[in-house]
């Protein structure tokens, strides 16, 4: 096999996680394939259960561990590529992605899902990454069957996902709670160091780390910048906070990025937006974009407890 097999699976018990689960990681043993499972505990504790001692298995850090996507890729990058250079021409994975389910919003998440259908083809991959329909919501159950090119079944089928490509982009981005609010700073097509004075200001005396008050900066001076530069006017920057975390949002008139890797990929490029974003992913505590009722949106949250 070559490229990216990316294949869900959408179960209802445990029994069914495990019907459709332990057959694939065991065909996998079987062929001499390295199989890794990148599962949350509960998933993990189950196919221990079903698998016993199989030192063959290599258990990874559930998507879960990481707090971005960004860093998810860049972590499993390293390590296919890795198996790769060590010669296997098959690398079978089982892996979770968080979802509202587990109390984490899909925005971000649901990209990644869409990104690694470009960010892992240079493997030689079979991933299969199962949701539980007990707790996914519907729309990033569609959103699944929108990323996935293949189904896995209980019966044991492996089935084209009829709806693989449709309807992109996402779902809509979920406004953050903070936003139930007035927004503390409001700027239309103001100068990047306009805005980094005003965030600055506006940030004093929250409780944020050094590293984070520069973060907020930093992302506030980025998204403004992008949105001048590759948006379509006018540009809308916007500040909220409480006594710990700090949200910005920027909207413009454009399109928003066509690539789904952007910001969830490594890259060298600064004439496009690629870069900064990239940063943006792995420094803020959560990073929306997309497209909404006033334009596109781009959602960064730095402090606290991240996304509510």
Not at 15 to 23: E, G, Q, S
Not at 39 to 68: F, M, Q, W
Not at 185 to 190: F, G, P
Not at 251 to 275: F, I, N
Request: proline letters at 7%; glycine letters at 12%; aromatic letters at 8%.
């Amino acid at each position: 096999m070559t490229g990216f097999y990316h294949e869900t699976a959408f179960y209802g018990t445990d029994d069914d996680f495990l019907t459709i689960a332990v057959p694939f990681v065991e065909g996998g043993l079987r062929a001499g394939q390295p199989t890794l499972i990148a599962c949350a505990e509960k998933n993990t504790a189950l196919l221990r259960g079903a698998l016993g001692h199989e030192d063959a298995v290599i258990y990874l850090p559930g998507a879960d561990h990481y707090s971005r996507p960004a860093d998810a890729i860049a972590s499993y990058r390293d390590i296919f590529g890795g198996h790769a250079l060590a010669g296997a021409t098959q690398i079978r994975t089982v892996g979770d992605v968080p979802h509202p389910g587990w109390g984490v919003p899909w925005d971000w998440w649901g990209r990644y899902e869409n990104a690694v259908n470009q960010a892992f083809a240079e493997f030689p991959l079979w991933g299969l990454c199962p949701y539980d329909t007990r707790i996914t919501p519907p729309e990033v159950l569609a959103d699944v069957a929108r990323t996935h090119e293949y189904i896995a079944t209980v019966s044991g089928e492996h089935l084209p996902s009829p709806e693989f490509g449709n309807g992109l982009p996402l779902s809509t981005p979920v406004p953050d709670v903070l936003e139930l609010g007035s927004p503390r700073v409001t700027l239309v097509d103001a100068t990047p160091a306009a805005v980094r004075e005003a965030v600055s200001a506006a940030i004093t005396g929250i409780r944020l780390t050094e590293d984070s008050a520069h973060d907020v900066v930093y992302a506030a001076s980025e998204i403004v910048t992008n949105g001048l530069s590759h948006g379509v006017g006018p540009v809308r920057f916007r500040l909220w906070s409480d006594d710990s975390r700090v949200l910005v949002t920027v909207t413009d008139q454009g399109a928003g990025p066509a690539d789904p890797l952007a910001g969830l990929m490594p890259t060298t490029a600064t004439r496009s937006a690629g870069l900064g974003l990239w940063i943006l992913h792995r420094t803020c505590d959560y990073v929306s974009m997309g497209r909404e009722e006033d334009g596109f949106t781009v959602r960064v949250s730095i402090g606290g407890s991240g996304h509510t």
